[in-house]
C-alpha cells in the first residue's frame, strides 16, 4: 500500500508570494492533516479535512487554508508569504476508525 | 501555548541501555497520548499510544507510562539499540478519535555503540 505523498518536496519563495503543496493520503483514508514544524517548535496543527469537509482547524492566519477534493486528496494554500512561514509542511492520513496519523515526508518550504 | 512539552531537546544513551524521555501536559482535557519517532528526511511515524484509562501501555521495547494527576508521560526504551537513535515526539489529543493532536518540541535520542 503506497504511504502519503506530498509534492513538492522543496521549494523555494519570496516574501508576498503564495504557495500551493499537494498531498495524497493513502488509499482508504479519508482524513488529512496539516502541521507545520519549524525547529524548536515541534509540529504544528493547522487543519483537517474528512470528507471534503474541514473538521478542525489550529490557531494559524487565514492566510493559511486548505481543501480536500472528492477523491481524498488535499491542498493547502499560504499566501502572501512572510519569512517565518518557511518550514516543514507535514500532511498526514487516517482512516475514519480513529487512531495513528500516517505522515508523509512533508514539504520544505524556504521563504527569502 | 506550548500545551504538551519535552523538556529535554537532547538524550544521548549507551547502546543497550534504558532511554527515558519525559512529557508533560497543561491541558487536563487531553485523554490520548501518543508517541512518534522521526528520522532525518522523513515523515513522523507513530511508535506507541497510550489512553487515560490506563496508567501503562507495552509494545515490544517500548513501554509508555502516564501519569494524569501529575499530567506527565514518559516513553522507556528497553534495551536502545542505535536504530533507535531520532527525534521523538510526544503527541496529546482529546480523544482517539481527534486528530488534532498538541506535539511537544521533541527529544533527540542518540545510540552510542
Known amino acids: 500500500k503506497a504511504g502519503v505523498t506530498q509534492t513538492p518536496r522543496y521549494l523555494i519563495k519570496t516574501r508576498g508570494q503564495q504557495v500551493t503543496l499537494s498531498c495524497s493520503p493513502i488509499?482508504?483514508?479519508?482524513?488529512v492533516s496539516w502541521y507545520q514544524q519549524t525547529p524548536g517548535q515541534g509540529l504544528q496543527f493547522l487543519f483537517e479535512?474528512?470528507?471534503?469537509?474541514?473538521?478542525n482547524k489550529g490557531n494559524f492566519p487565514g492566510r493559511f487554508s486548505g481543501r480536500q477534493f472528492s477523491n481524498s486528496r488535499s491542498e493547502m494554500n499560504v499566501s502572501t508569504l512572510e519569512l517565518g512561514d518557511s518550514a516543514l509542511y507535514l500532511c498526514?492520513?487516517?482512516?475514519?476508525?480513529?487512531?495513528?496519523?500516517?505522515f508523509g515526508e512533508g514539504s520544505r518550504l524556504t521563504v527569502l | 501555548d506550548q500545551q504538551v512539552k519535552q523538556n529535554s531537546p537532547s538524550l544521548s544513551v549507551q547502546e543497550g541501555r534504558i532511554s527515558i524521555l519525559n512529557c508533560d501536559y497543561t491541558?487536563?482535557?487531553?485523554?490520548?497520548f501518543l508517541w512518534y519517532k522521526k528520522y532525518p528526511a522523513e515523515g513522523p511515524t507513530f511508535l506507541i499510544s497510550?489512553?487515560?484509562?490506563?496508567d501503562k501501555n507495552e509494545d515490544g521495547r517500548f513501554t509508555v507510562f502516564l501519569n494524569k494527576s501529575a499530567k506527565h508521560l514518559s516513553l522507556h526504551i528497553v534495551p536502545s539499540q542505535p536504530g533507535d537513535s531520532a527525534v521523538y515526539f510526544c503527541?496529546?489529543?482529546?480523544?482517539?478519535?481527534?486528530?488534532?493532536?498538541?506535539f511537544g518540541a521533541g527529544t533527540t535520542v542518540t545510540v552510542r555503540a
Open positions: 498526514a492520513s487516517s482512516s475514519s476508525l480513529g487512531g495513528e496519523l500516517f
Open positions: 488509499s482508504g483514508h479519508r482524513s
Open positions: 479535512y474528512f470528507s471534503e469537509t474541514q473538521r
Open positions: 491541558n487536563s482535557m487531553f485523554d490520548y
Open positions: 497510550i489512553s487515560s484509562i490506563k
Open positions: 503527541a496529546a489529543s482529546a480523544s482517539e478519535d481527534d486528530y488534532k493532536l498538541s
